[in-house]
């Protein structure tokens, strides 16, 4: 039986092999040519607006619209139906995920405290104005992803929701009514089917039939995100980078075979660029995992075999570590999108404790990927290619903006007058200085 797990050894590793294992995902998002063609794209859509829109369409998704049927209608957002238990599916997620980020919100409120006596400060929390939000299409259907980005920024209160997502392959320009089943319930109205790097440039500078917002958040592919970074220098503020997907699994000797191989490969499938890692300080659970996986893959479509393999070969694989310490120095160093642990409960909290870098920590192997994917509440937009180490899953908390609010007395001005013109003079800023001379002379 062919092995699946690509095999390091940790201790073994050099420091280059180490930095390998963790360099995903960013070379072809910053390919040189991939960033001029979509640049192209950028300015053909400021110059000619909704006709650019609709010729994206037609070049790179095979759907041939008029400007006057980019926008989704109301009708066909009210009258999208799925699969009753898809539905209840997505209300399930929906009510969990308002109630993560309702706490939140809750967290986010208003506040001041007394800095010194006549002098207080603190800060005003907000919606932001306007929010475009991308939902993939193409290799299959993400209504999970419509409301992963859409129940917090309406929990937020953002006043001007836009959502855009590519028209289903081979159509006539339908939308997953999935996605349109999503909008219904989060009261989501503007609704529009375009190509992906094409709808960014459009959510950025406005069209004739699409709203300009400010800010834009959503995964896809790498001719995506390269768009959302490109519009950052027309102003447009975007989200750390989303895609491809990775997982890391630590576990010891007393995780169940089975549950690991099948939580490997649920990342696993998404993609040839996906990367999954096992850390474990166990030789003979790679052993069993290994044969595991090989049974396990063949129940998958071809496909998402294919992808498997990848993931869990050349793009990631096995590291055996010598203790659960080292286990923890891997992951931050490697910064997962997903991060389960499936170590004894016993040291559960202790790795909790260890682990500082990672989009999310699933505890437990009755918390699958799969369950934060789809239903927990927890966000499953995350930071990937190791942006974990500095930035966040989207939440409420990326809908929300916080303006700085200060009050001083006249007493507590002229307490800080000395510093303040010290300051001015030692910088060189008359003016600053001479606002406070002029008061108090």
């Known amino acids: 039986m062919n092995s699946v797990l690509r095999r390091q050894n940790w201790s073994e590793m050099t420091i280059a092999q180490r930095e390998a294992l963790c360099h995903r995902g960013m070379d072809d998002i910053f390919h040189p040519e991939l960033r001029a063609s979509i640049g192209e794209l950028i300015e053909d859509v400021r110059v000619r607006g909704d006709q650019a829109l609709c010729d994206a369409l037609a070049r790179f998704d095979g759907v041939r619209l008029e400007p006057n049927q980019l926008?989704?209608?109301?009708?066909?957002?009210?009258?999208?139906?799925?699969?009753?238990?898809?539905?209840?599916?997505?209300?399930?997620?929906?009510?969990?995920?308002?109630?993560?980020?309702?706490?939140l919100l809750e967290r986010a409120s208003d506040w001041s405290i007394e800095i010194e006596h006549g002098l207080t400060a603190g800060e005003k929390v907000s919606p932001i104005s306007s929010v475009g939000l991308f939902v993939p299409s193409g290799k299959a259907s993400y209504p999970s992803v419509a409301y992963q980005l859409g129940v917090p920024a309406v929990v937020a209160g953002v006043p001007h929701i836009s959502l855009i997502v590519p028209p289903v392959p081979g159509g006539q320009g339908?939308?997953?009514?999935?996605?349109?089943?999503?909008?219904?319930?989060?009261?989501?109205?503007?609704?529009?089917?375009?190509?992906?790097?094409?709808?960014?440039?459009?959510?950025?500078?406005?069209?004739?039939?699409?709203?300009?917002?400010?800010?834009?958040?959503?995964?896809?592919?790498?001719?995506?995100?390269i768009a959302q970074v490109e519009m950052q220098r027309f102003g447009l503020a975007t989200m750390m980078l989303l895609g491809p997907t990775e997982s890391m699994i630590v576990a010891d000797h007393t995780a169940h075979v089975g549950r690991l191989a099948a939580d490997l490969l649920i990342e696993a499938e998404h993609g040839t660029d996906s990367s999954v890692v096992l850390v474990t300080t166990s030789a003979d659970l790679i052993d069993a995992v290994d044969a595991e996986l090989a049974i396990q893959i063949g129940d998958l479509p071809e496909v998402r075999a294919t992808a498997a393999r990848a993931s869990?070969?050349?793009?990631?694989?096995?590291?055996?570590?010598?203790?659960?310490n080292e286990a923890a120095d891997v992951a931050n160093m490697y910064a997962p999108e997903h991060l389960q642990l499936a170590v004894d409960a016993s040291?559960?909290?202790?790795?909790?404790?260890?682990?500082?870098?990672?989009?999310?920590?699933?505890?437990?192997?009755?918390?699958?990927?799969?369950?934060?994917?789809?239903v927990i509440g927890c966000p499953a937009s995350l930071p990937t290619s190791g942006f974990a180490h500095v930035s966040s899953g989207i939440t409420v908390d990326a809908f929300l903006k916080k303006t700085a609010v200060a009050k001083a007395t006249e007493s507590a001005l002229r307490r800080m007058s000395p510093s303040i013109v010290a300051l001015s003079d030692h910088e060189g800023f008359s003016a600053h200085g001479n606002a406070i001379r002029r008061r108090f002379g």
């Open 71 to 103: 926008r989704v209608s109301e009708e066909e957002i009210a009258s999208a139906q799925v699969d009753p238990a898809v539905e209840n599916g997505i209300l399930d997620a929906i009510s969990h995920l308002r109630a993560f980020n309702d706490q």
């Open 174 to 225: 339908e939308v997953d009514p999935a996605v349109l089943v999503v909008c219904r319930h989060l009261g989501i109205k503007n609704v529009f089917r375009v190509n992906g790097p094409s709808g960014i440039a459009a959510l950025g500078f406005g069209t004739q039939t699409i709203p300009k917002v400010r800010k834009v958040v959503g995964p896809g592919s790498p001719a995506v995100t």
């Open 347 to 374: 040291y559960e909290e202790d790795m909790l404790d260890l682990l500082v870098n990672a989009g999310e920590i699933l505890i437990g192997q009755h918390t699958p990927f799969s369950a934060g994917n789809f």
């Open 312 to 324: 869990l070969g050349s793009n990631g694989g096995a590291v055996l570590v010598q203790n659960l």
